[in-house]
């Protein structure tokens, strides 16, 4: 599901390619396009989540993503809705992204809920990985077949874009329906699990909530001006600042390499390849050490210094070198940074709509820059400054009392065991 959530979201990059000169868009109103996603995202995250606990995870998400399929197939056709409307393209395309945007609210975060009941706390680090390693993994392999659609070019009379938006659709339209048909909102609802198996997991997590809610326990208005929650979502502010301004603009940089738009598919996939990999380690690694501040503090300031040096970079393969080095630590960082919250609704769904605004400052200020400099160097410094604030992570106080609880016996090798 998130793979094909954030191949959507961000395959917009990609149509730039062709989208830009097509509908007369420049860099900056671009940019305004795709970032403006994230305004209506922020506003519509927290009443979508609090919707998602009202009707249950399996029904809720399902309705995320099929109203997005719907909404990634029209922007297939913005020229014919901008005629039909008799708006401009600009205006489609900007009324569409924010359509998709409030669709698509809450899917993240609820995701995150819906594994804090499936899986204890130790387990967090590596299993958020696993779920957001479709981040870079969407561009690992949507980069070579979004590149490849657009070399559909004039098939029956349509555009390459207008396949790849197309095509890249379908998926969330199936998966609708696997989802309201497959999915388990609680582990007390899993037949499929063996009854021992049911009972230790469900008790499993009773005993981490009550010993959670034993310390601290947050009204949705509490937790929304948590000053831990403000502090973590200005990380992620900085974090996802610096991912979305490069995933919106990368294919971009490297067409300007001379490169067809398949190569750049391939070429553009470098940086996410070696993240998916730092997704799944250096999540692990920080379960195995119950560290998260560090974790999070080292990854972002590698990121600062990779991105800085792609700046003043003109070789094209020590430009996607310095790149690479960040992507290992931009997403090496993200599935960490999601362990440090508290484990509630709100909270959560808080820290990723006021993180997400940064896909709306990232993308646009890329793209005046661009028009300003007529380069991306100013544009990849700013971002890679917008990262050096996540330091603060060092800050903030870690409770591990949250992550270890009795009541659990544990083998050498760390996997849990039913308390007998």
């Excluded at 387990?123 to 657009?150: E, H, K, N, Q, W």
């Excluded at 604030?389 to 591990?400: R, Y």
Aim: glycine share 10%.
């Amino acid at each position: 599901m998130h793979f094909i959530a954030y191949l959507d979201r961000v395959n917009v990059g990609f149509a730039a390619l062709q989208m830009n000169k097509a509908l007369g868009f420049s860099a900056s109103m671009f940019g305004f396009g795709a970032g403006i996603f994230f305004i209506a995202y922020f506003f519509f995250e927290v009443p979508s989540n609090l919707l998602l606990e009202r009707f249950g995870a399996r029904r809720w998400i399902a309705r995320i993503m099929f109203t997005w399929g719907i909404l990634a197939v029209a922007m297939a056709f913005i020229p014919h809705i901008a005629k039909a409307t008799g708006l401009s393209n600009a205006y489609v395309f900007y009324g569409l992204r924010i359509l998709l945007g409030i669709a698509e609210a809450g899917f993240f975060p609820g995701i995150i809920f819906l594994l804090t009941l499936w899986f204890p706390a130790k387990y967090r680090g590596r299993v958020v990985g696993y779920f957001m390693a479709a981040i870079p993994l969407s561009t690992v392999i949507g980069g070579p077949i979004s590149g490849a659609l657009l070399q559909m070019d004039g098939l029956h009379g349509m555009e390459g874009l207008q396949w790849l938006y197309l095509i890249e659709a379908l998926p969330a339209l199936l998966l609708a329906f696997v989802v309201f048909f497959y999915l388990t909102d609680r582990p007390s609802d899993a037949h499929w699990l063996a009854d021992d198996e049911r009972k230790w997991l469900v008790d499993r997590q009773a005993h981490e909530r009550a010993h959670r809610e034993a310390k601290h326990s947050f009204s949705v208005k509490e937790a929304l001006f948590n000053p831990r929650v403000l502090a973590i979502a200005l990380i992620y502010f900085g974090a996802n600042a610096t991912n979305y301004g490069l995933s919106f603009f990368l294919p971009q940089i490297v067409k300007a390499f001379g490169l067809t738009n398949l190569q750049t598919g391939f070429v553009t996939s470098l940086p996410y390849a070696v993240g998916v990999v730092s997704m799944i380690l250096w999540g692990r690694h920080s379960d195995r050490k119950l560290e998260r501040r560090w974790h999070v503090a080292i990854a972002l300031m590698v990121v600062a210094g990779g991105i800085a040096a792609s700046a003043g970079l003109d070789n094209p393969v020590l430009k996607m070198l310095a790149l690479s080095i960040a992507g290992f630590d931009i997403f090496g960082c993200l599935p960490v940074i999601w362990t440090l919250p508290a484990s509630f609704l709100s909270g959560a769904a808080a820290i990723n709509s006021l993180g997400n605004l940064a896909g709306f400052f990232g993308p646009y200020a890329m793209g005046w820059i661009k028009d300003s400099t007529g380069g991306f160097g100013m544009g990849l410094l700013c971002l890679g400054a917008g990262m050096v604030g996540g330091a603060a992570v060092l800050l903030l106080h870690h409770d591990k009392s949250l992550e270890t609880i009795s009541g659990a016996h544990e083998m050498d090798d760390g996997e849990p065991q039913p308390a007998r």
